[in-house]
């Protein structure tokens, strides 16, 4: 959420810090037994950081893309969305790619058991059906679940935003219809070579939307509502309750909570998107942008630059992230799983995930000289934030 009135006026730096928060926690959460996973969302509430990672993913699309669709046109807009469809789609085949021959190359050494554990057994069994089916994004091997998501949203985001750009309220409603539908009628894409999709794109599209609503005047119309003492009260006791409740399922302690109680919040619904998870999110946005006002002068410092670099280069350093968390996942199941070692796999991968976004960063800038030797203006902020 923002705290100014229109989706014009500047480029909010906590869009960035949060998703290179998310970017680091996907790192983490998908390196199982790792002590330092232990730091991120997801242990202490019903959302995660793919629930962040989507909701601004929705904010930063309708941010950027309602821009252009009013200085340019609505087709012109529509058209710059499926390019950046395109640039999402060959970002995750070349990680599908690297990624499954990585697991295949190393599989064939001596550890054929990370073929099931990764799902890539297909590649060697069925190499044509597996690569035609991984090219239309219905098989996807452990952990590259979120980027098809991300493409199938952004997929079917223009003519959402189209609509949303002159009745938001109705776009809202209708997105949040087809959540419903998805929920009550069991909507899912299949996947390949059984079952549904990990993320239903039916269910998750809604906090796609909450987040470009959000964006496009929809939190400025709220904020009075939702910045008052009494909805941060309950926001905050809500996420109190999801920890205590969380917690409890992760240490095994139940039993101390109403069997009743426990049933409706565990096995956590993130599937289909459970409302819970949605309240829990939009709770966390409310009470962090309490804390952390827009205009914070600590956003723009030395300490936070690298995670705000990280959430402004997000594609790559998501891409960057998943294949360092198979890495990782190797180092310590093969070698040591010693907390000293889920540490420094930790530290070292996500100071390789910054070094990737401060590269960008930098090869960006030199791909914009300035006319007659002055220095390359300020680049729009707000479009290198999405297109990244």
């Not at 098989?139 to 002159?166: E, S």
């Not at 309240?279 to 002068?297: E, G, Q, S, T, Y």
């Not at 030199?366 to 002055?374: C, K, Q, T």
Request: hydrophobic share 55%; aromatic share 12%; with cysteine.
């Amino acid at each position: 959420m923002r705290n100014s009135d229109t989706p014009s006026s500047g480029r909010d730096l906590r869009l960035d810090l949060f998703r290179g928060l998310a970017n680091w926690a996907i790192f983490l959460d998908h390196i199982p037994n790792n002590v330092v996973a232990w730091l991120t969302t997801r242990n202490y509430g019903f959302s995660d950081a793919a629930d962040i990672f989507v909701f601004i993913s929705g904010y930063t699309a309708a941010f950027v893309y309602s821009r252009r669709m009013e200085r340019q046109g609505v087709l012109a807009g529509a058209a710059l969305l499926l390019r950046r469809v395109w640039q999402l789609y060959v970002a995750h085949i070349l990680l599908f790619v690297f990624y499954a021959a990585a697991i295949g190359f190393i599989a064939q050494r001596g550890h054929s058991h990370l073929l099931d554990e990764f799902n890539v057994k297909w590649l060697i069994e069925q190499p044509v059906a597996t690569l035609t089916q991984g090219l239309a994004l219905k098989f996807k091997p452990l952990n590259l679940d979120v980027l098809p998501l991300y493409i199938v949203l952004m997929a079917g985001f223009p003519p959402v935003l189209a609509v949303m750009r002159r009745r938001p309220d109705a776009a809202l409603a209708a997105s949040a219809a087809v959540y419903l539908a998805s929920r009550w009628f069991g909507l899912n894409l299949p996947a390949w070579p059984t079952g549904d999709w990990y993320f239903n794109p039916f269910a998750w599209q809604f906090l796609f939307t909450i987040g470009a609503w959000t964006a496009l005047g929809g939190g400025a119309r709220v904020k009075s509502f939702v910045m008052s003492n009494l909805v941060v009260a309950i926001s905050l006791t809500y996420l109190t309750f999801a920890m205590a409740l969380t917690l409890a399922v992760r240490f095994d302690a139940t039993s101390m909570l109403p069997s009743g109680l426990v049933g409706l919040f565990d096995p956590n619904d993130k599937t289909n998107l459970a409302p819970y998870r949605v309240l829990h999110l939009l709770a966390l946005m409310i009470v962090l942008v309490r804390i952390v006002p827009k205009d914070w002068d600590v956003l723009r410092s030395d300490a936070l630059r690298p995670l705000v670099v990280c959430g402004q280069r997000s594609l790559e350093v998501f891409c960057v992230g998943i294949f360092l968390s198979f890495v990782g996942h190797f180092i310590l199941e093969m070698y040591s799983n010693a907390v000293v070692t889920q540490i420094a796999v930790s530290i070292v991968g996500i100071s390789l995930m910054t070094a990737v976004a401060f590269y960008r960063t930098w090869s960006r800038a030199l791909d914009a000289p300035a006319p007659s030797g002055r220095p390359a203006p300020a680049v729009d902020r707000a479009t290198r934030g999405e297109v990244s």
